[in-house]
């Protein structure tokens, strides 16, 4: 900034001094103060809009480098992929070739010598060996290369929704099970088997919400197909009890986990035991709080599912 004296022409002092002897000097110093307020202010609002223009060369160069990562990213899974299928060259052979002689030791003293069709028909067969294994080779590479990525085995996998329950009968042909029909927000409803039968009055069941598996394998228990798993909760004394939904919740609903998102599988495989391995994880715990390894059976928007009255017991 230039100094303060050069602001204005020494003329303006001199004119203003012979104005107005007394308060000259005071005019002009708020002449100059003002000029000064003035420029600060000018240069407050050129760094102002330098600011905003900064902000939003970075916002351009912040969405540029991150279309830049994901296309190196790209680049990096292409060229991985390319290096793991790529084929392998075939193994080396010492074979000799059809025309070459092969060096014999020689024959003792009165020995006879091998007649031409004999070396002949084992070099054929010595040829037709090794195309077959090479034949072998080329049929069995594409096996070696074949790559199954399994997916992580967590709570995200089981395909949990919320369901009403349309109708609770007894099994006709086993007192310890019943049978119920459950709205699981499709167009027709599911029919379940469970072991409800003697643990529980089926009449209380009726119309209420429950939480169910929705991609198990369909199987017949008795005679009657189950199309999905109630899931319930038991103590010790083998007291049973079905997981209750939040308040407000619609059949249809998802039952997800905050720590493990991710889209279920289309239907769990027997040969994986997927339900197996994650039941031993799925408890209840002292506050009555559904969860697994601590996180929570959540409908979202809603609320957590609970046992009615059971605590620290496990969910099957």
Same mark, same amino acid.
């Given at each position: 900034?230039?100094?303060?004296?050069?602001?204005?022409?020494?003329?303006l002092?001199?004119?203003?001094?012979?104005? @107005?002897?007394?308060?000259?000097?005071?005019?002009?110093?708020?002449?100059?103060?003002?000029?000064?307020l003035?420029?600060?202010?000018?240069?407050?609002?050129?760094?102002?809009?330098?600011?905003?223009?900064?902000?939003?060369?970075?916002?351009? !160069?912040?969405?540029?480098?991150?279309?830049?990562?994901?296309? !190196?990213? @790209?680049?990096?899974?292409?060229?991985?992929?390319?290096?793991?299928?790529?084929?392998?060259?075939?193994?080396?052979?010492?074979?000799?070739?059809?025309?070459?002689?092969?060096?014999?030791?020689?024959?003792?003293?009165?020995?006879?010598?091998?007649?031409?069709?004999?070396?002949?028909?084992?070099?054929?067969?010595?040829?037709?060996?090794?195309?077959?294994?090479?034949?072998?080779?080329?049929?069995?590479?594409?096996?070696?290369?074949?790559?199954?990525?399994?997916?992580?085995?967590?709570?995200?996998?089981? @395909?949990?929704?919320?369901?009403?329950?349309?109708?609770?009968?007894?099994?006709?042909?086993?007192?310890? !099970?019943s049978?119920?029909?459950?709205?699981?927000g499709?167009?027709?409803?599911?029919?379940v088997?469970?072991?409800?039968?003697g643990?529980?009055d089926?009449?209380?069941?009726?119309?209420?919400?429950?939480?169910?598996?929705?991609?198990?394998?369909?199987?017949?228990?008795?005679?009657?197909?189950?199309?999905?798993?109630?899931?319930?909760?038991? @103590?010790?004394?083998?007291?049973?009890?079905?997981?209750?939904?939040?308040?407000?919740?619609?059949p249809?609903?998802?039952?997800?986990?905050?720590?493990?998102?991710?889209?279920?599988?289309?239907?769990?495989?027997?040969?994986?035991?997927?339900?197996e391995?994650?039941q031993?994880?799925?408890?209840?715990?002292?506050?009555?709080?559904?969860?697994?390894?601590?996180?929570?059976?959540?409908?979202?928007?809603?609320? !957590?599912?609970?046992?009615?009255?059971?605590?620290?017991?496990?969910?099957?």
């Amino acid at each position: 900034m230039d100094n303060i004296d050069n602001l204005f022409h020494p003329s303006l002092g001199e004119a203003l001094m012979k104005l @107005d002897p007394e308060d000259g000097e005071k005019i002009m110093e708020y002449f100059k103060t003002h000029a000064l307020l003035t420029r600060e202010k000018a240069l407050l609002q050129s760094s102002l809009r330098d600011q905003k223009k900064l902000l939003v060369e970075n916002g351009k !160069l912040k969405k540029d480098i991150e279309q830049l990562r994901n296309q !190196l990213q @790209d680049k990096q899974r292409r060229r991985t992929a390319k290096a793991l299928f790529a084929p392998v060259p075939p193994p080396s052979t010492c074979s000799p070739a059809p025309g070459t002689a092969v060096n014999q030791a020689p024959s003792p003293a009165g020995a006879t010598a091998a007649s031409p069709s004999s070396s002949s028909s084992s070099s054929h067969d010595r040829r037709e060996r090794h195309s077959r294994r090479r034949r072998g080779d080329k049929k069995a590479r594409p096996d070696s290369f074949c790559l199954v990525v399994e997916p992580e085995v967590n709570a995200s996998r089981l @395909d949990l929704r919320v369901g009403r329950i349309l109708s609770v009968r007894r099994h006709p042909l086993a007192e310890t !099970l019943s049978v119920q029909e459950v709205d699981v927000g499709e167009n027709a409803p599911r029919k379940v088997v469970s072991k409800l039968g003697g643990k529980t009055d089926l009449e209380e069941l009726q119309g209420g919400l429950a939480v169910l598996l929705c991609n198990v394998k369909a199987c017949k228990l008795r005679g009657v197909v189950s199309q999905a798993r109630l899931m319930c909760c038991s @103590d010790d004394d083998d007291h049973i009890e079905l997981l209750a939904p939040p308040a407000g919740s619609t059949p249809g609903d998802r039952v997800t986990f905050l720590n493990y998102p991710g889209e279920p599988d289309r239907e769990l495989q027997a040969k994986q035991r997927v339900w197996e391995l994650l039941q031993a994880d799925l408890q209840v715990d002292s506050k009555g709080v559904a969860n697994y390894k601590g996180c929570g059976f959540e409908v979202k928007g809603k609320g !957590l599912c609970r046992a009615p009255s059971l605590t620290n017991c496990i969910i099957r």
